[in-house]
């Protein structure tokens, strides 16, 4: 009778059986520890679960309350405008908030000064009355707005069409 397969192929053939018996005999280990215990979680339920714990800790972290400041100590070199600009505050709040300042230019080192009720609120944060911060003097003084709009851009330039001028 004739072999399907040669001497060779037949040795490479018992070699594979043998160590598919060897894997099949040895004792698998739990996937898990969930499947250890008896339940039927997977790997990825598990890891899954892992995440979403971590994740509300994380929120409960995020969302306890800051520690607000309510005073600053002055240091070596910090001047009031210095203070009120770290602050998004104005000179003048901060003077109306620490009566025992009479001159903005004399501050001292080690000197504590309170912070307006604004910042400590939190409502003036980013927030400035100055209708002209971020423009040059130029543009504060020739009235054109540093943001112009499309708009107003297509008008100007109608107007210096009709009054017989190239384009501005």
Do not use: C, H, W
């Not at 004792?27 to 008896?38: E, L, R």
């Amino acid at each position: 009778m004739f072999g399907l397969f040669t001497k060779s192929e037949n040795k490479r053939l018992d070699a594979v059986r043998e160590r598919a018996k060897k894997l099949a005999d040895k004792p698998k280990p739990p996937a898990t520890k969930a499947t250890a215990t008896g339940s039927s979680l997977s790997k990825k339920a598990v890891a899954k679960a892992t995440k979403r714990k971590a994740a509300a800790n994380a929120t409960a972290k995020k969302a306890a309350p800051k520690k607000i400041k309510k005073d600053v100590t002055v240091r070596s070199g910090d001047t009031l405008s210095d203070i009120a600009k770290k602050y998004s505050t104005s000179v003048r709040q901060m003077m109306a908030a620490n009566p025992g300042i009479k001159n903005a230019d004399k501050i001292r080192v080690g000197q504590v000064l309170k912070l307006p009720k604004e910042v400590i609120t939190g409502s003036s944060i980013g927030k400035t009355n100055n209708p002209y911060q971020g423009q040059s003097s130029k543009e504060i003084t020739s009235g054109k707005s540093k943001r112009e709009t499309a708009t107003q851009r297509l008008k100007r330039k109608a107007v210096t069409k009709r009054r017989g001028r190239a384009d501005a």
